[in-house]
């Protein structure tokens, strides 16, 4: 029989909701519940696609004696981290803070009032490897609930006062400038891997926002060894395993140096951010590899990551059956030379060198994960996309991994910015449209009519979480590239009015300094806030660039002085861990350069008026804002007042509160975009 998950809109919930264990959601009664039977809640967060979560799941929750005791002793709550970011921050603060570490599946004993007082992440179903089996830790748990009742609570509570008085780092009172970026770039150089690409060891992640900080640097300065990174890294990760050399897209990390093995599942956000980044690259260097990476990422996205309604998927499954019935990690992805010769035949030798394919495998069993390690040499381009379309579709025979078919807005919104730029630098209107339509999506089914924000939706109904400032932020900055892209203000309104939230609901009036939770939002153990960046950009450092951005286009000094005020964080956190503060030494980038504010006003079906466009969407001027219109639109404030030059489309370029004299030529707009 369904536990109460049944009505829940989150697919990992939905994967639970046949357990034995009487699930209830995150909710104002399930502790009430907690409350009236003297019971300690057993908090269990975890994400659809994580493989130890389907792990515990399958050896614990799946049990019904395991079932049975939880379900006498303890009130116990699922919680899906996509849905509920804020839960999962605070109570992973507690984690990281009592054992030093974290991860998921997150486990966490609080009592009745939310305070957590036990702490864990996977536990296995018998003791080994030093853990304590899981049912040992439910009994220990239990037995000090009931006989230790007073020393539990004395702990909950103090582990919730230190909780309150721990404090972000102090932000500066101003914006970063020329010293601590280079201080930034300085601090990089030393982490970055020379041999390989990225930063760090293993495990290795994609440095996407990094990437940009470097592109927008060397736009701004001209340092070749901050473009040296770029493209070292880019061609590393795309020649590597952590690339899906056969349908396109980026799994969500490298388990060793190399980018040889990933882990195998793929998220929007990553794809979203590194579609992007070889866009970007493409733009600045005219990559060949970097233009294939990009496009075959966003097909990636448009593919297999697409909903009905028009907004895109989570993520994909790292696991998926191997064709025995049970589910392996990247069984979907591995090849051994006999299955190259099932499929290919006399190329299989051919395909067996080219992607890397050994007897003794890359991975696990005999397996290899595709990639691309000749450097040298020529291969049959025609044999070689004949080879790719052939495993493909074999591949695509086999059982696919599950999708997490969620709509979050955040991660559509870096979808959306990505997709727009994508298509517009390629002449690919077919990925504007889908960018067009996964907005579209958003104000339908997530925006209601006081422009708040919903954080997910699933199958177009949307779900019960509200935004937070991540939402609110990776939205606005998908519409203002929308905005750009497409020479529709009403994007640029969309993202005012989301923007307006980030100022009223958000931000510290007296610091500046943002929260991840509204001023009204349900009110947890302690409210969230970190300005670093993760796996995608911070809520904090998203706000600043989309308040720089709109600020840009619209002249508001309330914008731009909120973005201003948020980078302060960037100032003193910068030049210390560069690597985590990414995106937001990439907006201060943007900062520096202006940004540049360009006005394209000319006849929408003048070929003149898209080439001037075109030109000014493909500047790589750091965070440069572009609107384009007739010249009687009132579409854009940037249009304002621009005329046409002796009847010709015409382009006006300012920065800094000063214009440069308007152009009509291509030419000479792209060297006012590229003038330092």
């Known amino acids: ?38 019971r300690p809640v057993l908090l269990s967060v975890g994400y659809s696609s994580c493989h130890w979560c389907h792990v515990m799941a399958h050896e614990s929750f799946e049990d019904q004696a395991t079932a049975d005791y939880l379900n006498e002793h303890f009130v116990s709550i699922k919680v899906d981290r996509e849905e509920r970011p804020d839960v999962d921050a605070v109570y992973m603060e507690a984690v990281q803070a009592a054992t030093g570490h974290g991860g998921w599946p997150m486990t ?112 701004r300065t001209g340092a070749e060894g901050a473009l040296q990174m770029v493209q070292d890294t880019c061609e590393r990760m795309a020649r590597g395993g952590l690339y899906d050399q056969l349908g396109g897209g980026f799994a969500r990390y490298s388990v060793d140096r190399d980018w040889v093995v990933p882990h195998f599942e793929k998220m929007l956000y990553d794809n ?26 966003a097909q990636f996205l448009l593919r297999d990551l697409r909903t009905d309604e028009g907004g895109f998927a989570s993520a994909l499954d790292a696991d998926s059956d191997d064709g025995s019935g049970r589910h392996v990690e990247g069984a979907y992805y591995v090849w051994r030379p006999d299955q190259l010769r099932e499929v290919l035949g006399d190329d299989a030798d051919l395909a067996a060198q080219y992607f890397g394919v050994t007897d003794e495998g890359t991975f696990e069993h005999g397996q290899s994960v595709l990639q691309l390690p000749q450097t040298e040499g020529v291969f049959d381009a025609e044999k070689i996309a004949s080879v790719k379309d052939r495993l493909l579709a074999a591949r695509a025979r086999r059982p696919a991994p599950g999708r ?52 997910t939706s699933k199958d177009g109904r949307v779900g019960p979480n509200a935004g937070v400032l991540e939402d609110y932020a990776d939205v606005a900055e998908g519409f203002l590239a929308l905005a750009s892209v497409t020479g529709e203000g009403v994007w640029l309104d969309f993202a005012g009015l989301l923007l307006d939230h980030v100022l009223a609901r958000f931000t510290d009036t007296e610091t500046g300094a943002l929260y991840d939770t509204a001023s009204d939002a349900e009110q947890l153990i302690r409210r969230p806030q970190d300005p670093t960046d993760n796996a995608a950009p911070s809520g904090w450092t998203a706000a600043a660039g989309a ?25 003193t956190l910068g030049p210390r861990v560069p690597r985590f503060i990414g995106w937001g030494l990439a907006v201060a980038e943007a900062l520096l350069d202006g940004p540049r504010e360009v006005a394209v006003v000319g006849p929408a079906d003048d070929e003149r008026t898209a080439a001037l466009h075109r030109t000014a969407l493909l500047s790589t001027a750091p965070g440069a804002v572009v609107a384009c219109g007739t010249p009687d639109s009132d579409e854009f404030p940037l249009l304002a007042g621009r005329t046409l030059i002796d009847g010709a489309p015409t382009a006006y370029v300012c920065r800094g509160f000063v214009c440069d004299l308007p152009v009509t030529e291509p030419d000479a707009l792209r060297a006012k975009l590229t003038a330092s």
């Open 1 to 38: 029989m369904p536990n109460r998950l049944a009505h829940e809109t989150s697919p990992y919930l939905l994967q639970h909701a046949d357990n034995p264990v009487d699930w209830w959601p995150w909710s104002g009664e399930a502790f009430d519940e907690a409350r009236r039977t003297g």
């Open 108 to 219: 966490v004993f609080l009592t009745p009032d939310a305070e957590p007082f036990y702490f864990g992440t996977y536990f296995p179903p018998a003791p080994r490897h030093g853990m304590p089996s899981f049912r040992q830790v439910l009994e220990g748990v239990q037995q000090a609930w009931t006989t230790r009742h007073d020393e539990v609570a004395e702990v909950a509570g103090k582990i919730v006062r230190d909780l309150a008085q721990r404090e972000i780092v102090r932000q500066a009172a101003e914006a970063p400038g020329e010293q601590e970026l280079a201080q930034a770039l300085l601090g990089l150089t030393r982490e970055y891997d020379p041999q390989r690409g990225g930063f760090g060891g293993a495990p290795k992640f994609p440095p996407s926002m990094v990437l940009e900080f470097l592109l927008r640097h060397h736009a």
């Open 272 to 297: 979203a951010l590194l579609c992007r980044v070889y866009t970007h690259l493409w733009r600045a260097t005219g990559s060949d590899l970097a233009r294939r990476v990009a496009l075959d990422t």
């Open 404 to 455: 997490d078919d969620k709509v979050v807005a955040a991660w559509n919104g870096l979808a959306i910015a990505a997709l727009a730029e994508t298509g517009a630098c390629f002449g690919r209107p077919d990925l504007t449209e889908a960018a067009v339509a996964a907005a579209d999506l958003l104000v339908r089914v997530h925006l209601d009519e006081h422009g708040r924000l919903a954080r």
């Open 547 to 571: 308040l720089l951005s709109y600020a840009a286009h619209t002249g508001s000094e309330p914008h731009r002085a909120a973005a201003e005020r948020a980078l302060g964080v960037v100032k």
